[in-house]
């Protein structure tokens, strides 16, 4: 087990805004993720940022009423964030990253989360990872951009809504399953994004943006609860998602009947506003930090 312990007294009151993470120890600061972020203050007035050195983070990582908070990794293929899991028929209730969150800015940039058991092997810095569970799960609203997500089972537990920017996801299952009960539930993606999705309640809003997909089967979503499910609230909508990784073209004509491919000019409007990062996170306005 290890134990981060850190002097918060200056700290917290802001003479400090970034703490280094380094896993072997190297850092003057903490060595573990979830050590930084429990030194993070609650609504700070600047954003304090956690700066993550390359290496291999065995965590699984949990926070709450934690605003204006910026997880940097040193690099993307570098920093790894993960945990080990042992086979079972049953995906996991362990998640690798979860936060409960209002109307929170959290920023995730440069990272690998890696759920499940993972090897690097020596030549290429390919990533394969065996396991289940839900690497990510978030409560609230998010920003993530930059960021390499690797997972099976859901991979993404989404509660909130999520706007992806330039990222990766890839997964042998679903790459998302969206829960919402109350009309604020929404995963958006855009700009070389890879995956699919698997959403499965009302008020669920999954919406691809120039995302380029491989290996996904042609219908693309579900499966879907039948009638009389209440699919007016259920938004699976994709522009510009032809391509694979390849650049060839791929299939989109036998996609679920209740999903969407959005054209211009016909539906200008609504790709504008889930381009936009305030819309879909319902007004909160992320301070994107190089």
Same mark, same amino acid.
């Given at each position: 087990?290890?134990?981060?312990?850190?002097?918060?007294?200056?700290?917290?009151?802001?003479?400090?805004?970034?703490?280094?993470?380094?896993?072997?120890?190297?850092?003057? /600061?903490?060595?573990?993720?979830?050590?930084?972020?429990?030194?993070?203050?609650?609504?700070?007035?600047?954003?304090?940022t956690i700066l993550v050195m390359d290496g291999a983070y *065995?965590?699984?990582?949990?926070?709450?009423?934690?605003?204006?908070?910026?997880?940097?990794?040193?690099?993307?293929?570098?920093?790894?964030?993960?945990?080990?899991?042992?086979?079972?028929?049953?995906?996991?209730?362990?998640?690798?990253?979860?936060?409960?969150? !209002?109307?929170?800015?959290?920023?995730?940039?440069?990272?690998?989360?890696?759920?499940? +058991? *993972?090897?690097?092997?020596?030549?290429?810095?390919?990533?394969?990872?065996?396991?289940?569970?839900?690497?990510?799960?978030?409560?609230?609203?998010?920003?993530?951009?930059?960021?390499?997500?690797?997972? /099976? *089972?859901?991979?993404?537990?989404?509660?909130?809504?999520?706007? =992806?920017?330039?990222?990766?996801?890839? +997964?042998?299952?679903?790459?998302? +399953?969206?829960?919402?009960?109350?009309?604020?539930?929404?995963?958006?993606?855009?700009?070389?994004?890879? !995956?699919?999705?698997?959403?499965?309640?009302?008020?669920?809003?999954?919406v691809m943006i120039n995302t380029r997909t491989q290996g996904?089967?042609?219908?693309?979503?579900?499966?879907?609860? !039948?009638?009389?499910?209440?699919?007016?609230?259920?938004?699976? =909508?994709?522009?510009?998602?032809?391509?694979?990784? /390849? !650049?060839?073209?791929?299939?989109?004509?036998?996609?679920?009947?209740?999903?969407?491919?959005?054209?211009?000019?016909?539906?200008?409007?609504?790709?504008?506003?889930?381009?936009?990062?305030?819309?879909?996170?319902?007004? =909160?306005?992320?301070?994107?930090?190089?």
């Amino acid at each position: 087990m290890r134990m981060d312990i850190l002097d918060k007294s200056s700290r917290s009151r802001g003479r400090c805004q970034q703490v280094v993470v380094a896993a072997d120890g190297s850092a003057a /600061d903490l060595n573990t993720v979830q050590g930084a972020l429990d030194w993070a203050p609650i609504n700070p007035s600047n954003w304090p940022t956690i700066l993550v050195m390359d290496g291999a983070y *065995g965590e699984l990582v949990y926070f709450q009423y934690k605003t204006k908070v910026l997880i940097r990794g040193q690099s993307q293929n570098g920093t790894r964030l993960g945990y080990a899991q042992p086979p079972k028929p049953l995906p996991t209730t362990r998640f690798l990253f979860q936060g409960r969150l !209002g109307r929170a800015a959290l920023q995730l940039q440069h990272h690998q989360l890696l759920p499940g +058991t *993972g090897r690097v092997p020596p030549d290429d810095g390919m990533r394969v990872v065996n396991g289940s569970g839900d690497a990510v799960t978030t409560y609230g609203t998010a920003y993530i951009r930059d960021t390499t997500l690797y997972g /099976d *089972g859901d991979t993404i537990l989404g509660y909130g809504s999520v706007f =992806w920017e330039n990222c990766t996801i890839s +997964t042998g299952s679903a790459v998302s +399953t969206i829960l919402g009960r109350d009309g604020n539930n929404t995963f958006v993606r855009l700009l070389s994004n890879l !995956g699919g999705v698997l959403p499965w309640w009302p008020y669920s809003e999954v919406v691809m943006i120039n995302t380029r997909t491989q290996g996904i089967a042609p219908v693309g979503w579900g499966p879907i609860q !039948g009638p009389p499910y209440p699919d007016q609230h259920l938004h699976l =909508w994709e522009y510009n998602n032809s391509m694979d990784l /390849d !650049g060839r073209p791929i299939d989109t004509s036998q996609r679920l009947n209740i999903t969407q491919q959005l054209t211009l000019p016909q539906n200008a409007s609504i790709i504008e506003a889930y381009t936009d990062s305030v819309n879909v996170l319902g007004g =909160w306005a992320p301070v994107v930090l190089s």
